[in-house]
């Protein structure tokens, strides 16, 4: 069973960036399409990003788009998030995961499944 393990996040002003990290356990990791969700405060999990396999194909949210990317290094079965141009509104736990299944869109979390732990990005303005 695949385990992720996030590392990054913390506190920063709006308009810094910051980069997340999320290691697996196993070199499975480099077969799945692998994701990132966040969670506010009294919100539902929402989709920030998708990327394939090999890294070729990523989808952002449109409230990221343009400010962060997706990218992982198969060799060190890592997927990242660069985070640049950060907002208020972009506080939350910020979560990886695997896709697992293909019945529905990208960007439903049910699509996910061995989520990482979570990691928590705050940015004040």
């Known amino acids: 069973q695949v385990q992720l393990v996030q590392s990054g996040g913390g506190l920063v002003q709006a308009g810094d960036s910051l980069r997340l990290s999320c290691a697996a356990s196993?070199?499975?990791?480099?077969?799945?399409?692998m994701g990132w969700f966040r969670q506010a405060p009294g919100k539902e999990r929402e989709f920030v990003s998708v990327?394939?396999?090999?890294?070729?194909?990523?989808y952002y949210a449109d409230s990221v788009k343009g400010r962060f990317t997706i990218s992982r290094d198969n060799a060190k079965n890592t997927l990242y998030l660069q985070m640049n141009s950060l907002k208020p509104e972009d506080t939350a736990v910020y979560y990886c995961?695997?896709?697992?299944?293909?019945?529905?869109?990208?960007?439903?979390?049910?699509?996910?499944?061995?989520w990482g732990q979570g990691t928590q990005v705050t940015v004040s303005s």
């Open positions: 995961a695997v896709r697992v299944r293909y019945s529905t869109s990208y960007y439903s979390s049910s699509q996910y499944a061995y």
């Open positions: 196993e070199r499975t990791f480099v077969n799945y399409a």
């Open positions: 990327i394939n396999s090999s890294g070729g194909t990523t």
